[in-house]
């Protein structure tokens, strides 16, 4: 028996920028659209399927090389990496239904249930600007087993290709090829490090930025668009997970890339809470 109400959209708008929210899968910002216009990667081959927790490999997906699912849109997950089950993101976190609380007309509490595996919940609140372009999505990760959990939250954003991001950096050596070759789509100089993300060659870099703002420059039907996000903290490099604060993707199935904000990761004592925040821009640029 299929459940219509995972894939039940709450949506916040407020007249240039819609919100569209999936508490059902994973919790998930799905998509964004600003004017009208989508730039959040949603998968086709996914749509409105049911997924199985305890088998995900069910889920459809051109990328079989990937252990999970790829549902699209802007999600946390739990870092680091090496700590995921079966190579996959935590199924009940990352795939099952959170809990949704409308706390006014442009905020909404999305809370997972206790992911068995872990001990961890995730709570994410979305809080959209009742005028302008920009809103604010809150991570808050809470240890309820009894035991200590070392752990980072791991914001993930799929936007849609051909792409463009960029941040500071302190030096020309500031970026780390973690999967494939990403070739002349990285460039790095002082004080700057630039990802293009136009083709559908599979890459990942990870660097430790100069500053908490990251930004995604990509076409718009009226201009060039500029999406901004700004982490709530920066921290010494060896206080993340993965050695750094922030991450690209670059995906060879599907016409998307994404931008990884990390926070640093911790041991979290049993009903401890760790809390992060990325806030987002949009800002348009006539041609």
């Known amino acids: 028996m299929t459940d219509p109400g995972l894939w039940q959209h709450i ?30 990667f949603e998968n086709p081959d996914s749509l409105e399927f049911q997924p199985d927790l305890s088998d ?18 802007e999600k946390t997950w739990v870092a680091p990496e090496s700590g995921w089950p079966e190579a996959g993101p935590h199924p009940v976190l990352d795939s099952g239904p959170y809990e949704c609380l409308n706390l006014s007309d442009t ?8 992911c068995p595996a872990s001990g961890l ?10 005028e302008g372009t920009g809103w604010l999505v809150e991570h808050e990760m809470i240890n309820c087993s009894k035991t200590d959990r070392y752990c980072g939250i791991w914001s993930v954003m799929m936007v849609l290709r051909p792409v463009r991001i960029s ?31 136009v083709s559908a ?15 995604i420059v990509l076409g718009g039907k009226t201009g060039t668009l500029t999406l901004t996000a ?43 809470t760790a809390t992060f925040s990325v806030k987002y821009r949009i800002q348009e640029t006539a041609p």
């Open 11 to 40: 949506i916040l708008s407020n007249g240039t920028v819609k919100l569209s929210l999936l508490p059902g899968i994973g919790g998930r910002v799905m998509n964004v659209h600003f004017r009208g216009e989508p730039l959040l």
């Open 56 to 73: 995900l490999s069910k889920v459809p997906t051109r990328a079989k090389h990937l252990p999970f699912p790829l549902w699209g849109g």
């Open 107 to 114: 905020k909404v509490r999305m809370t997972s249930g206790i």
């Open 121 to 130: 919940q995730i709570v994410r609140t979305v809080a959209l600007e009742s």
């Open 167 to 197: 941040c500071k950096v302190p030096g020309p050596d500031s970026c780390k090829v973690m999967m494939g070759n990403p070739g002349r789509a990285v460039t790095s100089s002082t004080g700057h490090l630039s990802v293009d993300c």
């Open 201 to 215: 060659d599979e890459f990942k870099i990870g660097t430790h930025p100069a500053g908490r703002v990251a930004e």
């Open 230 to 272: 700004e982490a709530s903290l920066l921290s010494d490099r060896q206080d993340y997970a993965h050695g750094h604060a922030l991450e690209v993707y670059n995906s060879a199935d599907y016409d998307y890339a994404e931008l990884e904000w990390h926070a640093p990761a911790r041991k979290l004592l049993p009903g401890e």
